[in-house]
């Protein structure tokens, strides 16, 4: 799957900043005001650039190349396609506008310790109380959960599923980071105590469902990007390194596991673009995201692996970053749903569905 | 096992169970961590438990290696910390016992066992890691000693550790910068195995820190270090030979017991039993691998430590061993944090720790590639990168024959044309394949399952095993499984009229005494108890003498019967009823010299009879892995004769290093799955009740080895293996065909699976004499400790 022209050109924007910035700082401030990642799906009616999946993806994948820290996955993908798909004109006019100009960052609190990402067991429960909305519950791996400006919930209402947004600078709102293994990813809970929340949109078990899909789309690119970065290294070492003589790379068995590496990661990235491409609208983005959220995460997890054992030992040190892509590999995999939950998606859409 | 073994293994679990840490100890990798074990095994010397294996004057129990295996096994079930002072007590010890003098055992271990001096090892450098003989550090002649001089790196724990002992250049000091030294340009010779302090002067050790964030290893930067003479081990330019009977050590049984990974095979297991989806066949299946893998590892150690008590010397298992191990170490742990899902990657869960430092299992003590490398050229003896000519073609390896009478049915088989009698069996023709088992029949092989009082040879369940792993190595075409095993335990438990061998049958109404001889039958009704003990009697003589085969199906495992024209007596076998029958219309198998037909059973011979039916499948099953073992090894020795001769680019192809690895990964295969074999089949001869779960053991890891062996071998022998005419064919079919039979893979993993659903027991080793009483596994506690260590 090639990329167009402007997509192409959106990459090399992208690589060519992270790339001049100072390996100390953050690209993001740079990344959101000089090429306005965050407001990429987001329609030009709610301050966005009005274009979609596709491009976010394209800088997803530059995002995961380097392991940049970056709001867009939890911010500008989970939280504002689900406010988007929930069809509340209000919500959008009022929450978007921040979040495309990345004035602003959101995260969605979502999932139970489980960490299902679905909607029949919730975090949170949502009571009526005369025309507000009160929330309480806990819910766990909030992307940017501590930091964010905006907090949206998603709720068990006594009439299904719903979707709040809750001022996090109010009294029994507590967020807490979480310490994980990815220092790169910025995870936190959430936990409300009868908390006042607006309700967004009507029955959220589609928006959120709509989120998550592109978010594993996103998440999925970003993994190509990290498990190509990962095999580029790994070759480079590979050329570099020398043992009994020789480099390496010279050694068959090592170059057969990194031609093995390759194909793994060219297919990986033709997966990413063609589920990137999904039109709105289109009945089989939960199958698509599902596929890409398996396939994607093995990948990178086995491309991690690789890359630290072809290190040899400077693969396990702190100081060299093998161990980061191995760790972004983890968090990746069970974000948004395990791989396993995901393939018993794939496999009863495909094998209990009706002809 | 003698009472004395049994009472020190009882005093151990004891006195592990009376002083283990209440939670685990703070990483051995951080200074206060380090401290906090040199203590635990302060405790444990106390105790003189701490060096089991060493002589008592060295603070020992004069423990055999079995007894050594037992007590670690007690060890890791009761969820002993990590030894701290391994590389010490694993390492340098065996070396100074091997090499050293007594001055230095006297001076050196004492301490050591008392963990007043723990050692770290300097082996690598920084352009030294694989190749080791690329070391450039140096050991300059002085005055009563050595002067030590170099960069050593990824010694772990030096840190924190009081000595170290590492190889230095002696000889060609003035080595050029590929390392490559001395003399004629060997660069083995002219290094020296030698000790020192690491608070020496002259040392400086900087902490390295490892991808989980601890400084578990470091580099030892070496200027002037004075080493005296009395602290050489062995001789000045003989340390890489002594190095190496160490590396050997280190890979092998010394450094990773089995009861580590049996401990954490138990957690796995406890932990799915906890948290693991019932519909999530494919995690189960994972559990079902690591739990088998470890078994096999287990196993497969004891057998080694029963040879080398018998006087044999460690070969390459040490290779075999380290790669089997390190990736079983990897899988068993991402099982498990795929079953906690996203708590995976919380700091602190104990599970992620282990998942990390199992990472690094494949890299150390010689990388797995090394290891492959190694296993192609000793075992498979598969040429090196400079041949340019054919090598030998004649292969054979693996273990020698287990009696002359294995040798005599090997010799049997290798001197008789198999290919041509299953080719023409295949055509139509089986008179030369029927002349084959007439053969076997004289030398025993088809009466070894029947009992003796029909004419057989009572045989055990291990040599049904070994016979039948000769004829899957051969590809002997006929039912096999079938004739040999499964119908005579069948036909056994019938003819018995003595006691309940059908014990269910007992409560049944229809069997009727006064039935008369030969009276005819209503059908569906029984024979009398008397009559059919007759017939079995008739039949299992004529199965001993070789005039009968039979064939059998066993619905829903085995559908179909083999073979069933070959065959004069057709059963059918379901827990409601037995029955004799026809054989419907032959339907073509993959392998062209097997037949497969539905049976149509109307002859019944017992009712309820699910006991019987359960053991003679289970025997059959044991078969079928039998030959499937033989056939892997039979297409691992094929694909190393060709690799040998057939040259390509200028060179024989099995010196390339993917096709050796590609054949290492094989061997390896096969040498783990024999041990479940073996265990399988005493399991059946103490008539065990896990004989369901080793058996499924065994199929599993016989069934894959054996698909793995037949798709390297295809691979190998590149298009000509592809082809009909190559005998290939012949073993490739035979694979195929067997790999489903008698219950799937997947199916065996289930059964695997709900047997450790089952409260479980660590079993001791089954071979060799320190079979103890079982013992009982408490599952490690689970994975939400974060309690500080005792006090």
Known sequence: MGLTVEQRDLRDAVRGLIAKTDPAVSPWPRLRKEIGVTALAIPERFGGAGAGLAETCVVMEELGRNLTPAPMLGSAVL?????????????????????????????????????????????????????????TG???????????????????????????????????????????????????????????????????????????????????????GAAERALELTVAHLLTRVQFG????????????????????????????????????????????????????????????????????IGVTWEHQAHRYLKRAHSGRYLFGSPARHLSAISANLIDAPN | MTPDTGAFLAEARDWLAAHMPPGPLPSVDTAEGFEWHREWERALAAARLSVVSWPTEYGGRDASLLEWLAFEEAYYAAGGPVRVGQN????????????????????????????????????????????????RSRAVPTDGGWLLSGTKTWSSRAAFADRAFGLFRTDGVGADADGAGGAGGDRHRGLTYLLFGLRDPGVTVRPIRQLGGETGFAEIFLDDVFVPDANVVGAPGDGWRIAMSTASHERGLSLRSPGRFVAAADRLVALWRGVGEPADTATAHRVADAW?????????????????????TLGTEASMGKVFWSELDIALHETALGLLGPRAELRGERWLEGCLFALAGPIYAGTNEIQRTVIAERVLSLPRASATSPGRSSTSFGRPPASPWAAALHDLLDAADVPAAARSWADGDRSTGLALWGRLAGLGVTALAVPEKWGGLGASATDLATACEELGHHAVPGPVAESLAAVPALLSALAETEGRAVPDEAESPE???????????????????????????????????????ATLAMPPRLPLAADAEAAGLVLLAEPDAISAGRA????????????????????????????????????????????????????????????????????????????????????????????????????????????????????????????????????????????AEHDLSLWLTKVRALAPAWGSQAWHRQRVVTSLALPSTIEPPSVGPCAAAPVTSAPSPDVERDESPWA
């Not at chain 2, 003990?533 to 085969?549: E, F, K, P, S, V």
């Open chain 2, 292 to 312: 088998i893998g470890a078994r096999a590892y287990q196993l497969h150690t004891n057998a080694t430590a029963v040879r080398l008590a018998e006087g044999g």
């Open chain 2, 511 to 549: 069997a009727d005494d006064s039935a008369t001889d030969g009276g005819v039958r209503a059908p569906g009704e029984l024979p009398a108890p008397g009559d059919r003990a007759d017939r079995c009697g008739d039949w299992l003589a004529g199965l001993a003498t070789g005039d009968l085969l």
């Open chain 2, 88 to 135: 010490g007590l694993f390492l340098l010890a065996p070396t100074l016992f091997a090499h050293g003098t007594r001055e230095q055992r006297d001076r050196l271990l004492p301490p050591m066992a008392r963990a007043d001096e723990i050692w770290a090892q300097a082996w690598s450098e920084p352009e030294a890691g694989s190749d080791l003989a690329a070391i």
């Open chain 1, 246 to 313: 020789q480099p390496l790379g010279a050694f068959q068995a090592l170059q057969h596991r990194a031609a093995d590496l390759h194909v793994l990661v060219e297919s990986a990235r033709s997966l990413s673009r063609a589920m990137a491409a999904t039109l709105t609208g289109d009945p089989d983005l939960g199958l698509r995201a599902a596929a890409v959220k398996v396939y994607c995460s093995e990948t990178l997890t086995r491309a991690a692996c690789e890359m630290i054992q072809l290190h040899g030992a």
């Open chain 2, 584 to 723: 419907g219309p032959r339907q073509r198998s993959v392998d062209p010299s097997r037949s497969l037909s539905v049976v149509n059973g109307d002859d019944v011979l017992a009712r309820n009879a699910a006991a019987a039916v359960a053991r003679a499948f289970d025997l059959g099953a044991l078969a079928c892995s039998a030959q499937l073992l033989g056939a892997a090894r039979a297409l691992l020795e094929a694909s190393v004769r060709h690799a040998r001769v057939r040259v390509q680019f200028g060179q024989p192809v099995g010196t390339f290093q993917a096709v050796k690895h590609k054949l290492a990964d094989v061997v390896i295969a096969i040498e783990f799955a024999r041990p479940l074999l073996d265990a399988a089949a005493a399991a059946i001869d103490r008539d065990a009740p896990t004989v369901p779960r080793d058996v499924s053991a065994a199929k599993v890891a016989c069934g894959d080895a054996a698909a793995l062996a037949a798709r390297s071998a295809l691979q190998v022998h590149g298009a000509i293996g592809y082809t």
């Open chain 1, 79 to 135: 939280a504002a396609q689900a406010v988007l798909a929930s069809g509340d004109e209000a919500a959008c006019e009022r929450l978007l506008p921040a979040i495309a100009d990345g004035s602003a960052t959101a995260a969605l609190a979502w999932t139970t310790p489980a960490g299902r990402w679905g909607t029949a067991e919730l975090g949170h429960c949502a009571r009526a109380v005369e025309r507000h909305w009160q929330l």
């Open chain 1, 138 to 224: 806990s819910a766990h791996y909030v992307l940017d959960g501590a930091t964010a400006d905006v907090l949206l919930v998603a709720a068990t209402t006594p009439d299904g599923t719903g979707l709040f947004e809750v001022d996090p600078r109010q009294d029994g709102v507590a967020r807490t980071p979480v310490t994980t293994m990815d220092a790169s990813r910025d995870l936190a809970v959430v936990r409300l105590a009868d908390v006042t929340g607006r309700r967004i949109g009507e029955d959220a078990v589609a928006p959120l469902a709509f989120a998550r899909d592109q978010a594993c789309i996103a998440l999925g690119a970003e993994q190509v």
